[in-house]
Structure formats: C-alpha cells, structure tokens
C-alpha cells in the first residue's frame, strides 16, 4: 500500500479500520431517498403493460389456387 497499490478491498478496509475512517465508505453505499412522487413513476412503470404486435385475421385464399410456375 506504501507503493500506491492496494492488494485487496479487504485490506482497504483493515487501514481504514486503524485510522478510524472506515465511515468514508458509508457514503458510496448510501441509498438516496425517493419523493413519493418519483416513487409512485417508478412503480407503475413497471406495471405498464406490454403492447403486443397486431395479428391479421385473414385467410390466405390462394391454398387452393395452383402457381403459374
């Protein structure tokens, strides 16, 4: 580590540790708060549903035709 390299997150977390500054780490895991506005979007995003492609109804009346070929 005195070379500017770090071997492992683990041993991050043990200098962290005996300089009392394992609480920096806190702020990369810290889950931002949602208005329930934005919450309510997010939600039924998720509920919307899937649109799905058209299908035709016809019959193809040509079965029965012989080709020219």
Same mark, same amino acid.
């Given at each position: 580590?005195? &070379? %500017?390299? $770090? %071997?492992?997150?683990?041993? +991050? $977390?043990?200098? +962290?540790?005996? +300089? %009392?500054?394992?609480?920096?780490?806190?702020?990369?895991? @810290?889950? @931002?708060?949602?208005?329930?506005?934005?919450?309510?979007?997010?939600?039924?995003?998720?509920?919307? &549903?899937?649109? &799905?492609?058209?299908?035709?109804?016809?019959?193809?009346?040509?079965?029965?035709? @012989?080709?020219?070929?």
């Amino acid at each position: 580590m005195e &070379k %500017g390299e $770090i %071997g492992s997150f683990e041993s +991050l $977390i043990r200098v +962290l540790r005996v +300089l %009392g500054k394992l609480d920096a780490l806190h702020q990369l895991v @810290e889950d @931002e708060e949602m208005s329930p506005n934005d919450y309510y979007e997010f939600v039924n995003a998720t509920k919307r &549903k899937v649109r &799905k492609r058209a299908v035709s109804n016809k019959k193809n009346n040509n079965d029965n035709e @012989e080709s020219e070929w």
